[in-house]
């Protein structure tokens, strides 16, 4: 990042499966708390996973007000609004002028959820003489299905309202870059910043994966954890009993602005970024390359843009899914870039109490490095109880652990070896 147009975080928005804004999340975290739960939101009984991370209470109505669209949009859009709201208050940029043409929006958000229940009826519906009738099919299709409801599931319609909501008229746009998405978004909507396109970013993403759909697809990847008995410890990252990522949902969004222009207002700044790196592995659709490859190319990117050595880096918030391949390569790639410092750096785990938001995850987890800078505690891996002798970092297994952080790193890699780091970095520095 250039010393000319610095980017720092001014706000956060959180709506997770451990609570919604800051301070819920941060006490769940910090104490070890999971969010973990059976799965309420559709039977899946006769599915081999059974749990989930669902976002319990939400009450879009009492967040989002009376919208007269509310029960067209999206869940994906709903999760974003609410998580940007939460920003923009915490920033306190309803008490500044922002021009128009100079706040943007960038996010990494999934698809909307899909009418499973209503394609399944209708296909039910439509059954003549033992096979499908296709005009039948279509008839009942175009009775009942809402337009509104099919162009509100499109990625990109997140992006769309916010920047309706805040009249965001500078640089807006998606990326769904699978489990990276979100935390390119934050290190991409820093580059516009730099570049001087714009002042204020929303940055981050929100995604839902939890239908019908989604599971049994995870299920037939054999992707995700099947430990129903006791879904609090199923996901149990770089511990020897893993067995797959816990599928969550939730949204996080940050605002980034111009430092100088941060400064100006008086704003809390919760960090700096400083650093930004993306590979791709070129490997595989679902399995990342077995020796770190991109992973560990894209983290040497960011350490070389933030300008630093691998050993200021204090805390890596790790991508850390709880499958068998990922923390394994995970921590082979740690080791190839951080040689004798990966013995001493601290990783962990948050996906162990809140799971695998997916496409949202590493905007939540830019929050958590955020958080852990300015609040000096580094959140832990909870369930580690078996140590793998493949794994055998600093995992600040199972208690928050309390020390001074300056520097995190935020690793996100997603299906197909699209991989993202972003550098954080206490705030310091002239910035008038």
Avoid at 272 to 297: K, L, M, N, W
Avoid at 303 to 323: F, L, W
Wanted: aromatic fraction near 6%; include cysteine.
């Amino acid at each position: 990042m250039t010393d000319l147009r610095r980017v720092v975080v001014t706000g956060i928005g959180m709506l997770t499966p451990l609570g919604m804004g800051i301070e819920e999340n941060w006490d769940s975290l910090v104490n070890g708390r999971s969010g973990i739960r059976r799965l309420t939101s559709f039977n899946a009984a006769g599915y081999p996973t059974q749990i989930a991370g669902e976002v319990k209470g939400f009450d879009p109505r009492k967040t989002l007000g009376d919208r007269p669209d509310l029960d067209a949009i999206g869940l994906h859009t709903q999760f974003s609004l609410a998580a940007a709201k939460l920003a923009y208050e915490d920033a306190g940029l309803g008490d500044t002028h922002v021009p128009p043409e100079r706040m943007g929006v960038y996010l990494g958000c999934g698809e909307g959820t899909p009418a499973f229940l209503w394609l399944a009826n209708r296909i039910r519906e439509s059954f003549r003489d033992g096979k499908i009738s296709i005009p039948e099919f279509l008839k009942r299709g175009r009775e009942m299905l809402d337009p509104r409801k099919d162009i509100e599931a499109e990625p990109n319609k997140p992006v769309y309202h916010i920047a309706n909501a805040y009249n965001a008229c500078g640089p807006n746009s998606n990326c769904l870059t699978a489990c990276a998405a979100s935390a390119q978004a934050i290190g991409e909507a820093a580059c516009t910043i730099v570049r001087g396109d714009a002042d204020v970013m929303f940055a981050g993403g929100a995604h839902s994966m939890i239908h019908p759909l989604g599971v049994a697809g995870f299920n037939l990847l054999t992707a995700i954890s099947t430990h129903n008995s006791e879904p609090e410890k199923a996901s149990r990252p770089f511990d020897l009993k893993r067995n797959g990522f816990v599928l969550s949902e939730g949204a996080g969004i940050l605002i980034l602005e111009e430092a100088r222009r941060a400064v100006r207002r008086g704003a809390k700044i919760y960090g700096e970024i400083r650093g930004f790196g993306c590979s791709s592995d070129a490997y595989r659709i679902t399995d990342v390359h077995p020796e770190g490859r991109g992973a560990a190319q894209a983290m040497q990117n960011a350490v070389r843009d933030a300008g630093i050595g691998v050993e200021d880096v204090e805390y890596i918030n790790a991508h850390g899914t709880s499958t068998q391949i990922n923390d394994k390569v995970e921590t082979l790639a740690i080791k190839k870039v951080f040689q004798a410092h990966s013995k001493k750096v601290a990783v962990s785990s948050t996906k162990s109490m809140m799971g695998h938001l997916i496409a949202a995850a590493g905007a939540v987890e830019a929050a958590v490095c955020l958080l852990t800078i300015t609040r000096g505690v580094i959140p832990p891996t909870i369930n580690y109880e078996f140590p793998d002798p493949e794994c055998d970092l600093d995992y600040v297994p199972n208690v928050a652990r309390e020390t001074k952080v300056d520097i995190a790193l935020s690793n996100s890699f997603g299906f197909g070896g699209q991989n993202v780091c972003i550098i954080f970095s206490r705030y310091g520095g002239d910035a008038r």
